[in-house]
């Protein structure tokens, strides 16, 4: 049975260590970049957001060590890219309660906020409840929370939802492993979820209805699956490629610079530690 309390895939964190640096390359490649924000002063942290329809991606940068960021800043000290994924919780304390009574050690509801710049000039305020699952579960490299937004009126801003690449939601995370089926499976029984094997070997995880799914494969199936991009740059566990769906996909093309009839994706060396990959949706 599925979670109650969790119900799909809600953003996908982009960790790097040098946030506006990350902003401006993302920005090049055709996206709107919200202004930035400053978490509460315990998390340590600040970002920027890249908004869709019912999904976003955070670029997440640390302003000060805090215990909060620990587990982010060891994974920095290696690496650039999607450190985690967050889920979207209706309920944050109700999800702990139900992952606990799985026999999952979350933790939480921690209450957290950022200011928010909104269009006419005017300040605002973001705030969430968060809960975790045990830093020390990564299956295939990737760590995961889930997201209760109290104000979605003050993150899902109209004018942050129009890009240039056309870019409209997230349709699949794909993880790099050396056991796909068993990493698919570990995460299935985190969030309640049944993987199924795809017809090139990789094992996809749904995170809810009209979100996206976690993919888990190997080097070669992404290699296969996104054809003339360079994999430099990727990790041998983790998350690798971010695919998005596009309503224009010749402006995709456009933003990114690709020539017509080629992959329509950059490697992860101009998308901080991403292969980004963009498809028809």
């Given at each position: 049975?599925?979670l ?5 895939l809600?953003?996908?964190v982009?960790?790097?260590r040098?946030?506006d ?14 202004p ?11 970002n920027y957001?890249?908004m869709?329809g019912?999904?976003y ?6 302003l000060a ?10 994974w ?13 919780a209706l309920?944050a304390?109700a999800?702990?309660?139900?992952l ?7 933790i ?6 950022r ?13 969430f409840?968060?809960?975790r699952?045990p ?14 937004h ?5 993150v899902?801003?109209p ?12 349709l ?5 492993t050396a056991?796909?089926?068993?990493a698919?499976?570990?995460m299935?029984g ?13 094992w ?6 009209n979100?996206?799914d976690?993919?888990?494969?190997d080097r070669?199936?992404l ?19 971010l695919?998005l ?10 933003a990114l610079?690709?020539a ?8 992860a ?7 980004l990959?963009?498809?028809p949706?």
């Open positions: 049975m599925a109650q309390h969790v119900i799909g809600d953003h996908v982009v960790s790097v040098d946030l640096t990350a902003a401006s390359a993302w920005r090049a490649l055709g996206f709107t970049i919200s930035r924000g400053t978490h509460s002063p315990h998390m340590g942290s600040a957001t890249i869709f019912e999904d991606m955070e670029l997440l940068g640390v060590p805090t215990e909060h960021n620990a587990a982010m800043r060891e920095l000290a290696e690496q650039e890219g999607i450190e985690r994924a967050a889920f979207t309920d304390a999800g702990v309660a139900e606990q009574a799985m026999g999952v050690a979350a939480g509801p921690i209450a957290f906020g200011p928010v710049e909104l269009p006419d000039g005017r300040m605002a305020e973001a705030r409840n968060v809960m699952w830093v020390g579960l990564r299956p295939g490299g990737l760590r995961i929370f889930a997201c209760q109290l104000t979605r009126e003050n899902w801003v004018s942050l939802l129009r890009h240039a690449n056309g870019a409209t939601r997230i699949r995370l794909e993880m790099l056991d796909p089926r068993a698919a499976a570990e299935g985190l969030i309640a979820q049944s993987p199924r094997q795809e017809a090139d070997g990789a996809a995880l749904p995170t809810g209805p979100r996206a976690l993919v888990f494969l070669a199936i290699a296969a699956r996104h054809p003339g991009v360079p994999l430099e740059g990727l990790p041998q566990e983790g998350a690798a490629a695919v769906g596009t309503s224009d996909l010749a402006a995709a093309a456009r610079g690709v017509p009839g080629a992959t329509v994706a950059v490697p060396a101009r998308a901080t530690g991403v292969l990959r963009f498809l949706g």
